[in-house]
């Protein structure tokens, strides 16, 4: 780990999700640093989650790229910038501005992102400046600007709290934003008479505080809230006075609604009438109502229409910008939400202006400059495809892994491949996208970088640094400053900190903005950046909670638009293939750059997986824990069978984590279609085609080792453990000689390997490596997926004066008892720990597994896991 800057406890904020959680971090005087969640802050009043209580886990060096590179060698700084303001400079000369692109990342700070926008589309004078918010909140910002002519959150998080209904839709809230979850979870304990109801095409963790799961088709939200909207109608559910004084449009919506009786809703959907029927009187009876919703809707082709669908309920209700009512798109990085303010999707300018006329001549006269990109730029899908077609020459990547995160993603590396000048910034030495790269720069990560973020309630809160700069590490504002001087346009560009930055973003939000403008910071002008406070936005006089209470909206009229709503044919896919619905694990973050370093994280789901409907399985001859190929004309995968009745008949769903660095053949988003939404250019992520089938594996492995291997067969998933690595392997051919293999992947030369044949007939066999008592390698093999408990096996690597007879029985003896799966990441809490709490120690609630196991009693992540133990039990006990 690289040096502290000071031994006292620094204030910063969580670098993940968009709940945006105050964190204390204390560097220790062992080089590691304590993480605490910060009690005074307002997103999380001092909890974490699993993710966020593992942060001092992935701050130590490895793997992270500490020195610029060209072409793979080392160079200086001064030879990395010059080279890439010099091709940017040739490129534009040659081939007009047009034919550059910056793409970047809601995990930019809010100062990082506006010196690269300030860029691109104020000085390059090109809008090729997109970012991965264009795959995560492009369709909640169409949304919310067609609705209400800005791209405004109106709620906060105390809504969710005090509302008595929470509809979740398309959001697994439980695992991907669990502070806000643990929140409605304690406000639900504490009054009772809330319900929550969840709209999920799988049965989620989620599900665990659900008074009614919807199990939707996929795609069928619209058509639910449409549905939603003429029940509304027809009982006289609606705000009179506030639909004729602040709305316009609801008689041509209501025009398209009214054909959508519960009975087609429920034949749309999949789902019955009789909980149709349930929602609809829940959400007509209950004022105070919150609709939650993030990537089951966002990541739609209908997904702006999905957004709109659910404002047209609220708007019709008058239940927006009051205490517990509102629509809530919760975002979902760190910094989505300050990226989106900054105008880093290409079709908006900067400070929430788009490309009008006169937002231009502003824009050009605060900045400066009179070359203002005069026109939005190209979206994420359309810019790769234009770089496939050799229209884009120079590209400049900051803080995002396309090539593992984009749809269609190995046409997105072939262009990446193809491009003249790829340009990445990153934490990473190594990603699937930097190893496209003629550049490579290294960017400051968290507890490094200082700056700000937003989250999903529009809070700015300050990241702040308690590390030095490792290596010759920089931040990404100073980075693109340094090569946008280069460039010729140093006046624009003579920052000198974060500070200065955040003043100019604050100045031009309030610039000409009388109350026309959402976005407006004037209140912070001269606010103490040091130590500003999390602060919500607009920011005029003092900060505003809720917006939009008084029916004063961003439209030319000042009125809300009701927006008519064609819900979109189920899909259905051709016989026999399956719909491909893809997300998130809890404990692990996107491409796994940095979960993937914590053994802790890495435990929960150590390899890439389908979770499959036990009908269809059996129908496909996929076994339990086989391994399974899904594949279509994009490409193809190769994942473990989790079979699970949680999932739909017909719908599939793996995680977008597994990268090239993790696993022989995981990456999903190779077979995601780059079909896209038609206001929001968000490409339909939740929803492919697929084929799905048995793969014939020949024998099955796992392995523990102290070192990394390099691992060559048909399978393998690789994952940190404490003490070493360890892994998954299967083989479509036996190797020839099994100690040649040991020998080649795990380095061991010389070492003696001790090898047992459990059963000859069936071809069960163990090997192991002990050196000195230790544990260098276990490998278990089977013709079937290896029953070894991946615990036991784990906790090897850190035993000592270990026998060889002990490891390749491939079981838990009574000194070493096998703790199960991890299901508590905090405490590194297994499945049979806690099943035998709760079968012999009589625990029968998660409070009581608690107490006896310490379980849940952390972050509280694992909570709704340890309920569905608790209610397994219960019902073997019954049976
Ligand atoms: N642990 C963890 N947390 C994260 C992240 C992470 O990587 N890991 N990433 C963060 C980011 S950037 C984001 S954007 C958020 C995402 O947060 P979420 O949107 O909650 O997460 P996802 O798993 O992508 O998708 C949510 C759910 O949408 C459902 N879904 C799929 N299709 C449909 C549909 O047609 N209709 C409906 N109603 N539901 C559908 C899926 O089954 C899935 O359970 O999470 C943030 N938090
Ligand atoms: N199939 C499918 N695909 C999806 C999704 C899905 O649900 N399904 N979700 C989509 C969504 S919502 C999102 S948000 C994207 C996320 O996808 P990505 O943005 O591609 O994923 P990350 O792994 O978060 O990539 C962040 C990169 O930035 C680096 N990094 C971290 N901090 C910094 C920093 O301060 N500076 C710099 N320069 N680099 C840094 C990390 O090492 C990492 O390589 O994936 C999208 N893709
Ligand atoms: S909920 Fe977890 S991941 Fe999200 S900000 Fe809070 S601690 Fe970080
Ligand atoms: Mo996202």
């Known amino acids: 780990m690289n040096q502290p800057l000071a031994s006292t406890t620094v204030r910063t904020t969580c670098p993940y999700c968009g709940v945006g959680c105050g964190v204390l971090a204390t560097p220790q005087a062992d080089g590691s640093v304590a993480i605490a969640g910060d009690p005074e802050h307002p997103a999380n009043f001092g909890r974490l989650c699993s993710k966020g209580s593992a942060l001092g886990e992935t701050l130590s060096l490895d793997g992270r790229l500490l020195y610029p590179e060209i072409d793979g060698a080392r160079v200086t700084w001064d030879e990395a910038l010059e080279r890439v303001a010099n091709t940017f400079t040739q490129t534009i000369a040659e081939f007009g501005p047009d034919s550059v692109a910056i793409y970047g990342s809601g995990q930019l700070l809010t100062e990082d992102y506006y010196v690269a926008n300030k860029l691109m589309k104020g000085f390059i004078g090109s809008g090729n400046m997109d970012t991965n918010s264009r795959l995560c909140m492009a369709s909640s910002v169409a949304g919310h600007r067609r609705a209400f002519g800005s791209d ?241 020459k120079a590209v400049w990547i900051m803080a995002t892994n396309p090539v593992d995160s984009m749809p269609e993603a190995d046409a997105v590396r072939a262009a990446l491949a193809a491009c003249p000048f790829v340009v990445v910034s990153d934490m990473s030495a190594r990603t699937d996208t930097g190893v496209t790269a003629h550049v490579r720069l290294p960017a400051a990560g968290w507890g490094e970088k200082d700056g700000t973020v937003t989250n999903s309630e529009r809070r700015i809160s300050r990241q702040r640094p308690f590390l030095a700069l490792p290596g010759e590490v920089r931040p990404d504002w100073w980075i693109v400053k340094e090569v946008a001087s280069r460039m010729g346009f140093e006046q624009a560009f003579s920052y000198r900190s974060p500070a200065q930055i955040f003043a100019e973003h604050v100045a031009l939000s309030a610039f000409e903005n009388d109350g026309a403008r959402d976005f407006d910071l004037s209140g912070l002008a001269s606010a103490d950046y040091g130590n500003l406070p999390p602060t919500q936005w607009p920011v005029r006089h003092r900060p505003a909670a809720r917006m939009f209470g008084d029916g004063a909206f961003f439209t030319s009229d000042g009125k809300a638009r009701f927006v008519p709503v064609l819900p979109p044919p189920p899909f259905a896919p051709a016989p026999g293939s399956f719909i491909l619905n893809t997300g998130r694990v809890r404990d692990h973050w996107h491409t796994m750059t940095r979960t993937g370093k914590t053994a802790r994280l890495s435990a929960h789901y150590a390899e890439p997986f389908v979770e499959i409907h036990p009908a269809d399985a059996e129908a496909l001859n996929i076994r339990r824990a086989s391994l399974v190929r899904l594949s279509n004309r994009h490409g193809s995968v190769v994942v473990r069978a989790l079979v699970t009745d949680r999932q739909r008949r017909g719908h599939l769903f793996v995680p977008m984590h597994w990268t090239d660095q993790f696993a022989s053949n995981g990456r999903i988003d190779a077979l995601v279609t780059a079909k896209v939404d038609p206001f929001s250019a968000q490409p339909a992520l939740k929803m492919a085609e697929v084929h799905a089938e048995p793969v014939h594996t020949r024998i099955y492995g796992f392995f523990v080792s102290a070192g990394r291997p390099v691992l060559d067969a048909g399978y393998w998933a690789i994952a940190e453990a404490i003490g070493g690595t360890r892994g998954e392997l299967g083989w479509f051919e036996e190797p020839l000689d099994w100690s040649e293999w040991l020998r080649a992947a795990f380095g061991l030369s010389g070492a003696a390997i001790v090898e047992s044949v459990l059963d000859a007939r069936s071809g069960r066999r163990n090997f192991a490596v002990i050196e000195k008592g230790r544990l260098v390698v276990a490998l278990y093999t089977a013709p079937d997926p290896v029953l070894v408990s991946r615990q036991w096996a784990t906790d090897l690597l850190v035993a000592d004066n270990l026998g060889a007879s002990a490891v390749l029985a491939g079981r838990p003896g009574a000194d070493m008892p096998d703790s199960g799966a991890i299901i508590c990441s905090c405490f590194s809490v297994g499945i049979n720990t806690i099943t035998a709490a709760v079968t012999q120690q009589g625990c029968s609630t998660v409070e009581a597994v608690g107490a006896c196991t310490r379980a849940g009693t952390n972050c509280g992540s694992c909570r709704a896991e340890i309920r569905g133990i608790i209610d397994a039990s219960r019902l073997q006990a019954a049976e």
């Not at 029940?231 to 009214?258: C, I, K, Q, R, W």
């Not at 239940?319 to 989505?336: H, K």
Request: glycine share 10%; proline share 4%.
């Open 152 to 392: 405004t959150v109106p709620g906060n998080y105390e809504d969710l709290e005090l509302a008595d209904l929470v509809v979740l839709v398309g959001s697994n809230l439980g695992w991907c934003h669990p502070v806000l979850y643990q929140r409605i979870v304690k406000a639900k304990a504490e009054r009772p008479n809330m319900r929550v109801v969840l709209i999920d095409p799988r049965r989620t963790v989620t599900a665990d505080i659900a008074d009614l799961h919807l199990a939707v088709q996929s795609d069928g939200d619209s058509a639910l809230f449409v549905g939603l909207l003429a029940h509304l109608a027809d009982n006289g559910v609606t705000a009179p006075d506030f639909v004729a004084a602040h709305t316009s449009g609801l008689d041509a919506t209501l025009l398209v609604a009214e054909d959508w009786s519960v009975a087609r809703v429920a034949s749309a959907t999949g789902l019955s009438e009789k909980s149709v029927a349930l929602f609809y009187d829940w959400f007509a009876a209950t004022e105070k109502a919150v609709t939650v919703y993030s990537q089951g809707v966002n990541q739609s082709a209908s997904g702006t229409d999905k957004v709109n669908a659910i404002i047209n309920c609220h708007l019709l209700t008058g239940r927006i910008g009051r205490p517990g009512m509102g629509p809530f798109s919760v975002t979902g990085q760190p910094n989505a939400m300050g990226g989106r303010e900054v105008g880093g999707l290409a079709n908006m300018l900067a400070a929430h202006m788009d490309f009008t006329p006169e937002a231009i001549d502003r824009v050009g006269r605060f900045w400066g400059s009179d070359r203002v990109a005069s026109r939005p730029g190209l979206k994420a899908v359309d810019l790769f495809a234009a770089m496939a077609r050799g229209e884009i």
